[in-house]
């Protein structure tokens, strides 16, 4: 995940409006259940958004929706109904 981040931050510098947004396959957190290292490296990058897909059959009252200063978005297939997600730029 650092290594993703460090490879934006040089394309950042070339668009400095465009918002870093991080992509998981796993959830970072997940219920009780929270991912340590992967939520410092949010919260030193600033990220503000981050997606995840792999929970499918999701139970909503389990997710978590904000952590280390990101907004978390579950995109899995089955649980968005099968239909694209647009991702809006932030202001």
Do not use: W
Not at 17 to 28: A, I, K, N, S, T
Not at 60 to 78: E, F, M, P, Y
């Amino acid at each position: 995940l650092r290594a993703s981040i460090l490879s934006g931050l040089k394309l950042k510098e070339q668009h400095p409006d465009f918002e870093m947004l991080v992509f998981l396959h796993y959830p970072p957190a997940y219920g009780n259940v929270k991912c340590e290292k992967i939520c410092e490296v949010i919260k030193q990058y600033g990220i503000k958004r981050v997606f995840y897909g792999h929970i499918h059959g999701a139970q909503k009252s389990r997710l978590v929706h904000q952590i280390a200063g990101a907004n978390l978005t579950l995109v899995a297939a089955d649980f968005v109904n099968f239909e694209p997600i647009l991702i809006e730029r932030s202001l």
